[in-house]
């Protein structure tokens, strides 16, 4: 879908970054039942809703499912594999609770990781055993291509040696 190219631009910059793995769902269309919220507002403001409805052009919009479920099974399946001891969970959704709860019973430790202004569960949050806030500047750097990050090394061990 056109609409949504900036943000797919985004997610193949993260997919792209080593230690990263994007989990998305799927998007479903959804009509949004405006309707008795919209004929209560009309009464409120003296509009004719049969007016307003017939110049009206309602449009469906899409929802990403899936992700929660993607997310708690990597999770799960991680920690009782063995495959790591720490999960750096990068999503907040209330969903999560449980799956937070669940691999730090099976002794992980959960680092939530979130860009500074994002909107977290409480129960997340106050579950979690370190929560780090990213700046902004922190996501862009995380997000550079694995070359750039190795030419920005490259070049700060290169003036610490001129300097020195």
């Known amino acids: 879908m056109p609409q949504f190219a900036h943000q797919r631009e985004k ?4 997919e792209r970054t080593p230690g990263i ?12 039942d405006y309707k008795p919220a919209l004929r209560k ?17 309602p449009e469906a919009f899409y929802q990403q499912k899936g ?6 099974l990597d999770m799960v399946r991680l ?9 750096v969970l990068m999503a907040g959704d209330r969903d999560l609770a449980e799956a937070v709860r669940t691999v730090q019973q099976l002794g992980a430790t959960v680092v939530l990781a979130i860009p500074e202004g994002a909107p977290v569960a409480i129960e997340v949050r ?10 902004t500047q922190t996501v862009a750097r995380l997000t550079k291509p694995f070359m750039d990050r190795f030419e920005a090394v490259v070049q700060m061990e290169t003036d610490d040696l001129a300097s020195s």
């Open 67 to 72: 992700v929660d479920s993607l997310i708690v």
């Open 126 to 135: 106050n579950l979690a055993d370190e929560v780090v806030i990213w700046s």
């Open 41 to 57: 507002a009309t009464e409120e403001m003296g509009i004719d809703y049969e007016e307003l409805m017939r110049r009206f052009r």
């Open 21 to 32: 793995q994007l989990r998305l769902g799927h998007l479903e269309k959804r009509k949004f």
């Open 11 to 14: 997610f193949a910059k993260l």
């Open 79 to 87: 920690i009782q594999q063995g495959a790591c001891s720490h999960i």
